[in-house]
């Protein structure tokens, strides 16, 4: 007869995240310096342009700067260990980023609909909107990547 404080045999225990250094370069948590430098990139182009459309690239600054801000707080969470305290941080960490994947996604559309706009006007600011566009995308990409890294890790 079985222990009754044992788990059922088919029960699944997440790995625990790593501490220290490891963080940073194990799968999925090695994404969260790429998208926070990405990101941040993305935001100071934008800033950095003189800004033709304010309703697109207001968008973008609002989705880079949010992002930028909560993927760090959950950057420190897992440092700090605060992760620890909820059952459902794997869950809620998936669905952030996803979402944040599609959010930015909106926002590297329009960043790109803002630079090819700005081509006419000037051409330094043509070449930091076609910047911060390539960032937007790659950003993107990394949000993307860790959502389902998480998922299916």
């Given at each position: 007869?079985?222990?009754?404080?044992?788990?059922?045999?088919?029960?699944?225990?997440?790995?625990?995240?790593?501490?220290?250094?490891?963080?940073?370069?194990?799968?999925?948590?090695?994404?969260?310096?790429?998208?926070?430098?990405?990101?941040?990139?993305?935001?100071?182009?934008?800033?950095?342009?003189?800004?033709?459309?304010?309703?697109?690239?207001?968008?973008?600054?609002?989705?880079?700067?949010?992002?930028?801000?909560?993927?760090?707080?959950?950057?420190?969470s897992y440092l700090f260990g605060f992760y620890k305290r909820y059952e459902s941080w794997r869950v809620l960490d998936s669905l952030y980023h996803g979402t944040t994947g599609i959010?930015?996604?909106?926002?590297?559309?329009?960043?790109?609909?803002?630079?090819?706009?700005?081509?006419?006007?000037?051409?330094?600011?043509?070449?930091?909107?076609?910047?911060?566009?390539?960032?937007?995308?790659?950003?993107?990409?990394?949000?993307?990547?860790?959502?389902?890294?998480?998922?299916?890790?």
């Open positions: 007869m079985a222990s009754p404080d044992l788990p059922p045999p088919t029960s699944y225990a997440p790995p625990e995240v790593p501490l220290g250094f490891l963080l940073f370069i194990t799968i999925p948590y090695a994404f969260f310096l790429p998208e926070l430098i990405f990101g941040c990139w993305v935001w100071i182009l934008v800033a950095a342009t003189q800004v033709a459309n304010p309703l697109l690239q207001g968008w973008v600054m609002y989705v880079s700067l949010t992002s930028f801000l909560i993927s760090l707080m959950f950057l420190l959010l930015y996604m909106s926002a590297a559309v329009l960043q790109a609909h803002a630079t090819i706009m700005s081509e006419m006007n000037d051409l330094k600011n043509y070449f930091i909107n076609t910047a911060a566009s390539f960032f937007a995308f790659i950003t993107t990409l990394l949000y993307i990547l860790h959502a389902f890294s998480i998922y299916y890790h």
